[in-house]
């Protein structure tokens, strides 16, 4: 029971941060969010975990790709099952921290994806990534400022290296990095991305769609 509560209060958390271009969502938008970011369903519990502490839901999700980069993380030893939090919970250990605060590069993976073909694909989301992604989600509970910057740059890097290579729609990226979609947008153009998924005027129009190609 406590832990459907905390999966209802993350669902009611993830509708709060998404929001259709014309405005808030309704009840009738809801199960498309939902398989927009089935892929990818980060549960975030700031106000009763420390900095440090992180925990991802699969909530019964049916992504190959995530689960080949928890499975990646956990042989890795940078994160691990979380028996009391249920079946679907884990968490970075110190190792993982310590290896989200290392530099990376994204090119290579992009380099990969690009080289990939239909029988040797690179997993849609690598370890590194999720280890980084999960490392950036709590910069609102640490105080130190440059800690959130960096915290945040992280996630806003991670996310756009998903994009980049294809492997989420901008909808998802921006969610991912805790910006809006105009915001993301803009921030994601003035990096030098576009040129990978299309023009400023494209990520206009795949905001506008609403994308729920994930």
């Known amino acids: ?69 928890l499975k990646d993380a956990v042989e890795s030893g940078e994160v691990k099952h979380d028996p009391e939090g249920g079946l679907d919970t884990y968490s970075l250990t110190e190792r993982g921290i310590a290896a989200a605060k290392e530099p990376w590069d994204a090119s290579d993976l992009i380099e990969q994806a690009d080289a990939s073909t239909a029988k040797d694909q690179v997993a849609d989301i690598d370890h590194k990534e999720l280890v980084s992604f999960l490392y950036a989600e709590f910069p609102k509970t640490w105080t130190d400022p440059d800690m959130k910057k960096k915290a945040a740059e992280w996630g806003f890097e991670a996310a756009c290296s998903m994009h980049r290579r294809g492997k989420v729609s901008i909808t998802t990226a921006s969610w991912m990095s805790g910006m809006d979609y105009e915001g993301f947008m803009r921030a994601y153009a003035a990096a030098g991305n576009i040129s990978c998924p299309g023009t400023v005027e494209d990520i206009r129009r795949d905001l506008k769609a609403f994308d729920s190609t994930d």
């Open 1 to 69: 029971m406590a832990l459907q509560l905390e999966m209802d209060e993350a669902r009611r958390h993830m509708y709060l941060l998404l929001r259709a271009p014309d405005g808030p969502m309704d009840s009738e938008e809801i199960p498309k969010v939902e398989r927009i970011h089935e892929a990818l369903f980060v549960f975030r519990r700031a106000r009763r975990l420390p900095p440090g502490d992180f925990v991802i839901k699969k909530d019964g999700c049916r992504s190959t790709s995530l689960d080949l980069a």
